[in-house]
């Protein structure tokens, strides 16, 4: 069974700045599987990314994913208020649906 | 539009079973499937099983397989997710989501609001 590791825990940040979501498998995925949730305090996950460049209706260009093999990352590239929030990333396997632990991502 | 309505919160004792409902609207039910994720309270996200509505094919985690069940009526286009032998560590909100591929892609496209299911003595 394949294990996500997402780190940081908690990321601390200003409105502006970048922000790098890493997220470990324990064995190789294929970034095809990989997606990319926001969740915030009180309402269900919503789906960011999925691949390597695909985003969900209305997410913005500022998030991206990177990555292959057992490491990929999620970058935000310039912080707005309403990107505070836990992030999630999940692999689609065949037969399980892993999330990571998430990694929370908060106003400095 | 698509929506994913579930059922409300619950309270349960100890051992009581809970069956969580989760009305699909806006889309053809059975071609897409069905996941429950739970999250405890604080804690993150844990996958717990999935449904096909075309043909009821499930799969679900292990640390849940004889404890729970998940079955869809396409009549109301309408899935379940029952947990038996509820303990303390069950108290958290559950939710429904939809599978979706496109293009060689996977991933859970859309979320119920979620079902707080609170087990105490």
């Known amino acids: 069974e394949i294990v996500l590791t997402q780190s940081p825990g908690t990321l601390s940040l200003s409105p502006g700045e970048r922000a790098t979501l890493s997220c470990r498998a324990s064995q190789s995925v294929s970034i095809n599987y990989l997606a990319w949730y926001q969740q915030k305090p009180g309402q269900a996950p919503r789906l960011l990314t999925y691949g390597a460049s695909g985003r969900a209706t209305g997410i913005p260009d500022r998030f991206s994913v990177s990555g292959s093999g057992t490491d990929f990352t999620l970058t935000i590239r310039r912080l707005e208020p309403e990107d505070f929030a836990v992030y999630y990333c999940?692999?689609?396997?065949?037969?399980?649906?892993?999330f990571g632990q998430g990694t929370k991502v908060e106003i400095k | 539009q698509v929506q994913l309505v579930q059922s409300g919160a619950e309270v349960k004792k100890p051992g009581a079973s809970v069956k969580v409902s989760c009305k699909a609207s806006?889309?053809?039910?059975?071609?897409?499937?069905i996941s429950w994720v739970r999250q405890a309270p604080g804690q993150g996200l844990e996958w717990m099983g999935w449904?096909?509505?075309?043909?009821?094919?499930?799969n679900s985690v292990q640390k849940f397989q004889g404890r729970v069940t998940m079955t869809t009526d396409t009549s109301t286009t309408t899935a379940y997710m029952e947990l038996r032998g509820l303990r303390s560590d069950d108290t958290a909100v559950y939710y429904c989501a939809r599978e979706d591929q496109w293009l060689g892609f996977y991933y859970f496209d859309y979320w119920g609001q979620g079902t707080l299911v609170t087990v105490s003595s």
């Open positions: 999940q692999d689609y396997g065949s037969s399980t649906r892993t």
């Open positions: 449904i096909k509505p075309y043909n009821g094919y499930t």
């Open positions: 806006g889309y053809t039910f059975t071609n897409y499937g």
